[in-house]
């Protein structure tokens, strides 16, 4: 999924489809131009194209999880600006989420997506 938007762009990563429409559904309206990936590997070549402001990244992606996915974002010189917030029903501490991701606390934030429900 890609809106159409002048203004900066906003990589969403998540493997539920569910979880990519909530989080383009919040985040419609903010002038953004919104870029969906379902994984890592999609969400890195995506990364490799363009530039992005920002990327929310959903820790539990299968493949190459969220902090891998961070971390591999953060070595693309066109992506070390770029803010990362990480996603999760698992855990909400966002400094040992950082941490884990060889981030800073000042680089990334987290917050739950709520309990994933096993059915997609």
Sequence with gaps: MQSASTGPAILLVDDYEANLRAFAAMLDGC???LVTATS????LALAEQRDFA???LDVGLPGIDGF???RRLRALPRQRRMAILFVTGHATD??????AAGLNRDDAGAASAGPRRSAR
């Design 54 to 56: 920002l990327a929310i």
């Design 40 to 43: 890592g590997e999609g969400a």
């Design 31 to 33: 002038g953004a131009s």
């Design 94 to 99: 966002s400094v040992l989420m950082a941490s």
């Design 68 to 70: 891998t996915t961070a």
